[in-house]
């Protein structure tokens, strides 16, 4: 079993950052809460790292179905997109919700994980057609 979903495609970074907060739109993402790791460890650490963004998405029934039975639910909760550029344009990766919400034994987690993985699925396919068309 693959624990993420992976596309490349071969628009710009900053293409594929605004390309992939719109097409999750469509999967119910409530917004997006991003990170700027190169900027973070530049400044945290005075460390050169190349451009790389984490962008936590929110699906709030989602999240509201899952955390109404288990309140340390959460801490599995995999909601993080990873957006770094690679030699032939830009990744768009996403953990698999199915392989992180497997510990806990409750099918309303496996039912909510199975919905979010579909809907991750489609929105890394939309966003890697996206990142071919995109100018940048």
Known sequence: ???????IGSGTFMGALRLE???????G???FTEMDVQA???????ADFRPYRLLAACNPPFVCRVLQPERRIGTLLS???VVPPIH????????????SMAAPDHPEF?????????????AVRRGEAAA???PG
């Not at 973070?40 to 005075?46: C, I, S």
């Not at 032939?88 to 392989?99: S, W």
């Not at 039912?111 to 699925?121: G, I, S, Y």
Request: aromatic share 2%; charged share 25%.
């Open 88 to 99: 032939a344009g830009v990744e768009i990766a996403a953990a698999d919700p199915v392989v």
């Open 21 to 27: 907060r719109q097409e999750s739109q469509p999967e």
């Open 1 to 7: 079993m693959c624990d993420y979903s992976c596309a």
């Open 132 to 134: 071919h068309r995109s």
């Open 29 to 31: 993402v409530g917004g």
């Open 40 to 46: 973070k460890l530049a400044k945290r650490l005075e």
């Open 110 to 122: 496996m039912m909510v994980a199975e919905q979010v993985r579909e809907n991750r699925q489609a």
């Open 79 to 81: 909601s993080t997109v």
